[in-house]
């Protein structure tokens, strides 16, 4: 299943336990496993594999299963342009200004 902007929150975290669990079948490890390696509960490992977990856990997983380099594509780096860059000289951004009421 794709991830889709029409999906619910709750939908798109099922998928991604989905497809947690997926991986952890294609590199054959079990449930009970994955808890040992991580450091985690079993429970925990379940609730993950349910879109239920907080993004510590599915860090945990995911680094013992050797796919830590998905997250690089879940939020990649976002460089500045150089517009922004001139206009900043130097500054680092820190909060957005919002949007505009007109």
Same mark, same amino acid.
């Given at each position: *299943?794709?991830? !889709?902007?029409s999906m619910?929150? #709750? %939908? &798109?975290a099922? /998928?991604?336990?989905r497809?947690?669990? %997926?991986?952890?079948?294609?590199?054959?490890? @079990?449930?009970? !496993? &994955? %808890? /040992?390696?991580?450091?985690? @509960?079993?429970?925990?490992?379940?609730?993950? /594999?349910?879109? /239920?977990?907080? *993004?510590?856990?599915?860090?945990?997983?995911?680094?013992v299963?050797?796919?830590l380099s998905?997250?690089e594509?879940?939020?990649p780096?976002v460089?500045? @342009?150089?517009?922004?860059?001139? #206009?900043?000289?130097?500054?680092? #951004?820190q909060?957005?200004?919002?949007? #505009?009421?007109?």
């Amino acid at each position: *299943m794709k991830i !889709e902007l029409s999906m619910t929150d #709750r %939908a &798109i975290a099922l /998928e991604l336990g989905r497809r947690l669990k %997926a991986q952890r079948l294609n590199k054959n490890f @079990s449930q009970q !496993e &994955i %808890a /040992e390696l991580t450091g985690l @509960s079993v429970t925990a490992v379940q609730s993950a /594999e349910k879109g /239920e977990s907080k *993004m510590l856990t599915y860090i945990k997983i995911l680094r013992v299963l050797g796919s830590l380099s998905a997250l690089e594509n879940f939020l990649p780096v976002v460089n500045v @342009s150089p517009l922004q860059l001139a #206009r900043l000289e130097g500054k680092r #951004r820190q909060r957005a200004s919002g949007k #505009r009421k007109g």
